[in-house]
T-cell receptor
Framework: AQTVTQSQPEMSVQEAETVTLSCTYDTSENNYYLFWYKQPPSRQMILVIRQEAYKQQNATENRFSVNFQKAAKSFSLKISDSQLGDTAMYFCAFTGNQFYFGTGTSLTVIP | DGGITQSPKYLFRKEGQNVTLSCEQNLNHDAMYWYRQDPGQGLRLIYYSQIVNDFQKGDIAEGYSVSREKKESFPLTVTSAQKNPTAFYLC????????????FGPGTRLTVT
């Protein structure tokens, strides 16, 4: 069975600081993709970043980057220079034959 | 602008009534999905469709029904058989099933009293 685990239900970070959100997954597939989605208070789900499992290089999108450890099945999201607009729920997701979401981490950026 | 629309944003119904939530996309995506989100929980898959006139049950399909008569549209009907219908419903689409990222609509908050 495929699973996605986010072990941090809530986190907070000071504005301008760096925070890392954790995600682990379990799969027997070799070809898959990983994603981080952001859900702000508006509840619109927004794709933040995507990582292909066959790529060793970690994906980066502006202030967002991932640390992808394929052997450990770990996929953490680092947010640098945190901004108030980063306050949101963050969902880790895995897709092979089907999409699987974690239960989310609620991040609060403190001014 | 390409995107996914869901209407209405808020929907209120009396218990025992069926209600249909709409989802339309103009992204030319083949696959479409319906998720349910309850407070403090992640997304749970209700139904998905990879192609017109075909759809499959997700993890929590009981009490729900769907149709896919057009590529652009994937309406979800919440039937009176659904025991706890009050929730936030999200529709998504992707280029195809499998490894493609999903794009989401703004969601519909359904309240049944």
């Amino acid at each position: 069975a495929q699973t996605v685990t986010q072990s941090q239900p809530e986190m907070s970070v000071q504005e301008a600081e760096t925070v890392t959100l954790s995600c682990t997954y379990d799969t027997s597939e070799n070809n898959y993709y990983l994603f981080w989605y952001k859900q702000p208070p508006s509840r619109q789900m927004i794709l933040v970043i995507r990582q292909e499992a066959y790529k060793q290089q970690n994906a980066t999108e502006n202030r967002f980057s991932v640390n992808f450890q394929k052997a450990a099945k770990s996929f953490s999201l680092k947010i640098s220079d945190s901004q108030l607009g980063d306050t949101a729920m963050y969902f880790c997701a895995f897709t092979g034959n089907q999409f699987y979401f974690g239960t989310g981490t609620s991040l609060t950026v403190i001014p | 602008d390409g995107g996914i629309t869901q209407s209405p944003k808020y929907l209120f119904r009396k218990e025992g009534q069926n209600v249909t939530l709409s989802c339309e996309q103009n992204l030319n995506h083949d696959a479409m999905y319906w998720y349910r989100q309850d407070p403090g929980q992640g997304l749970r898959l209700i139904y998905y469709s990879q192609i017109v006139n075909d759809f499959q049950k997700g993890d929590i399909a009981e009490g729900y029904s769907v149709s896919r008569e057009k590529k652009e549209s994937f309406p979800l009907t919440v039937t009176s058989a659904q025991k706890n219908p009050t929730a936030f419903y999200l529709c998504a689409s992707s280029m195809g099933a499998g490894t493609y990222e999903q794009y989401f609509g703004p969601g519909t908050r359904l309240t049944v009293t």
